[in-house]
């Protein structure tokens, strides 16, 4: 299956700081989904973005499918960004979604 | 809100016992996949239903089981449960099979298995 590989593994941050995550995968993908867990423990869908680049107000992402990685952007980091970010990576025809092991972050006041 | 729930939030229960955990996917998806979030094996898919249909296979043990409904809801039967079953079991559904969509989560069913 694919492989997917997160880096940093964890991060601190001052609040209102920026940071960028990396999402490395193995395979070509046609579904790319970054993913925000909050701590208590819900996924929330933050883009689908199999390829090119996406905002939604402090948070951009960019995939580059032919060199197989996506990068999360977070701006003007506040506390409530906390927790840990899941790049999951699925193929044409196959539905699963692999998750890499994810982004722990902190942002401290 | 994502639009997917599930049922329970939590549950404790004891080794040997079976449960069932309960998900409703968004209106208008047909697909419902299932997920298990442990400490050691991080997030792992298991199974994905399609219209009623069984459509890909994972990780899932033996003793787990699925199966999708006519009205599209779908059950995740977990049985003879060990201390390793205990998880964050995720539901989450898409239009569709083509692997191109979007997938939506649920918040999830928290497992304890003492």
Request: proline share 4%.
């Given at each position: 299956?694919i492989?997917?590989?997160?880096?940093?593994?964890?991060?601190?941050?001052?609040?209102?700081?920026?940071?960028?995550?990396?999402?490395?995968?193995?395979d070509s993908v046609n579904n790319l989904q970054?993913?925000?867990?909050?701590?208590?423990?819900?996924?929330?869908n933050?883009f689908y973005i199999p390829s090119g680049?996406?905002?939604?107000?402090?948070?951009?992402?960019?995939t580059?499918a032919?060199?197989?990685?996506?990068?999360?952007?977070?701006?003007?980091?506040?506390?409530?960004?906390?927790?840990?970010?899941?790049?999951a990576v699925g193929n044409y025809g196959n539905n699963r979604l692999a998750?890499?092991?994810?982004?722990?972050?902190?942002?401290?006041? | 809100?994502?639009?997917?729930?599930?049922?329970?939030?939590?549950?404790?229960?004891?080794?040997?016992?079976?449960?069932?955990?309960?998900?409703?996917?968004?209106?208008?998806d047909l697909s419902?996949y299932?997920?298990?979030?442990?400490?050691?094996?991080?997030?792992?898919?298991?199974?994905q239903?399609y219209?009623?249909?069984?459509r890909a296979?994972?990780?899932?043990?033996?003793?787990?089981?699925?199966?999708?409904?006519?009205?599209?809801?779908?059950?995740?039967?977990?049985?003879?449960?060990?201390?390793?079953?205990?998880?964050?079991?995720?539901?989450a559904s898409s239009v569709g099979v083509s692997g191109m969509e979007t997938q939506y989560?649920?918040?999830?069913?928290?497992?304890?298995?003492?």
């Amino acid at each position: 299956g694919i492989q997917v590989e997160q880096s940093p593994p964890d991060l601190i941050l001052q609040e209102g700081a920026n940071s960028t995550l990396r999402c490395n995968f193995s395979d070509s993908v046609n579904n790319l989904q970054w993913f925000h867990q909050n701590p208590w423990g819900q996924l929330i869908n933050l883009f689908y973005i199999p390829s090119g680049t996406k905002q939604n107000g402090r948070l951009s992402a960019t995939t580059v499918a032919t060199e197989r990685y996506s990068l999360l952007y977070i701006s003007s980091s506040q506390t409530t960004d906390s927790g840990v970010y899941f790049c999951a990576v699925g193929n044409y025809g196959n539905n699963r979604l692999a998750f890499g092991k994810g982004n722990q972050v902190v942002v401290i006041p | 809100d994502s639009g997917v729930t599930q049922t329970p939030k939590h549950l404790i229960t004891a080794t040997g016992q079976r449960v069932t955990l309960r998900c409703s996917p968004r209106s208008g998806d047909l697909s419902v996949y299932w997920y298990q979030q442990s400490l050691d094996q991080g997030l792992q898919f298991l199974i994905q239903y399609y219209n009623g249909e069984e459509r890909a296979k994972g990780n899932i043990l033996e003793r787990f089981s699925a199966q999708q409904f006519p009205d599209l809801h779908s059950e995740l039967n977990l049985s003879s449960l060990e201390l390793g079953d205990s998880a964050l079991y995720f539901c989450a559904s898409s239009v569709g099979v083509s692997g191109m969509e979007t997938q939506y989560f649920g918040p999830g069913t928290r497992l304890l298995v003492l």
